[in-house]
């Protein structure tokens, strides 16, 4: 059974779409977390949540906005795409905030045209 | 330097040889931890050492870390063909947030 899954594993699209990416996690984690993958593999946190809490809101354009409908899932919506935004996105959970490991799902590859 | 940057970035190596990375890190951290990202694949945990621990071993793999310096390093021992691979550091400043450094491409040659 897939630990944190995400859908879908890619996405194409034109500028100025809106899009949604959505995750979920089998572990009976609370927090769960969204990562953004650059191109040179930098990889960097755009959000976390605590049992459906926002907790993490790094600088990120508004365009982009999570939602929790429950501790197991959290989706990622982003209006206007832009071509920056052109990225691997990985979903993460763990238990207990960040003292343990974290575990990620298998990324969603979003390009846009 | 980045904030859990790993040096070299690059390593090729023959299989059986051993691979050792490096990170680095600039203030005091909870503890550190290393991932292994294979091509097209999401983040896998390998290991989490605390600040209170030096030296820490699972497997193949053996992590330091010298807080006095600032620094850590992976060994993979007696490398394989599997385990070619991005390797992360990612430091916990105790601020909800784990720092990832910008990965370390291990490619090991059968």
């Known amino acids: 059974d897939t630990a944190v899954s995400q859908t879908p594993k890619y996405l194409v699209t034109q500028m100025g779409n809106d899009k949604s990416i959505k995750c979920e996690q089998n572990?009976?984690?609370?927090?769960m977390y969204w990562y953004k993958q650059d191109s040179k593999k930098f990889l960097k946190i755009m959000f976390s949540?605590?049992?459906?809490?926002?907790?993490i809101n790094e600088t990120v354009p508004n365009r982009f906005s999570p939602k929790s409908p429950d501790k197991a899932h959290l989706n990622l919506h982003i209006n206007s795409l832009e071509l920056g935004d052109s990225a691997v996105y990985f979903c993460?959970?763990?238990?207990?905030?960040?003292?343990?490991?974290?575990?990620f799902g298998p990324g969603t590859r979003l390009t846009v045209l | 330097s980045q904030q859990g940057e790993e040096d070299p970035q690059a390593l090729s190596i023959q299989e059986g040889e051993n691979a050792t990375m490096n990170c680095s890190y600039k203030t005091s951290i909870n503890n550190l931890q290393w991932y292994r990202q294979n091509s097209g694949r999401g983040l896998v945990h390998l290991i989490l050492?605390?600040?209170?621990?030096r030296e820490k071993h699972s497997g193949r793999l053996r992590v330091t870390l010298d807080t006095s310096k600032k620094s850590s390093s992976l060994l993979i021992t007696a490398s394989r063909a599997a385990d070619t691979a991005s390797y992360f550091c990612?430091?916990?400043?105790?601020?909800?947030?784990?720092?990832f450094g910008k990965g370390n491409q291990v490619v090991v040659i059968p």
């Open positions: 949540y605590n049992n459906k809490e926002l907790i």
């Open positions: 990612a430091t916990d400043y105790g601020n909800n947030r784990l720092a």
């Open positions: 050492i605390r600040s209170n621990e």
């Open positions: 993460a959970s763990s238990q207990a905030g960040l003292v343990t490991e974290q575990f």
């Open positions: 572990l009976g984690h609370d927090t």
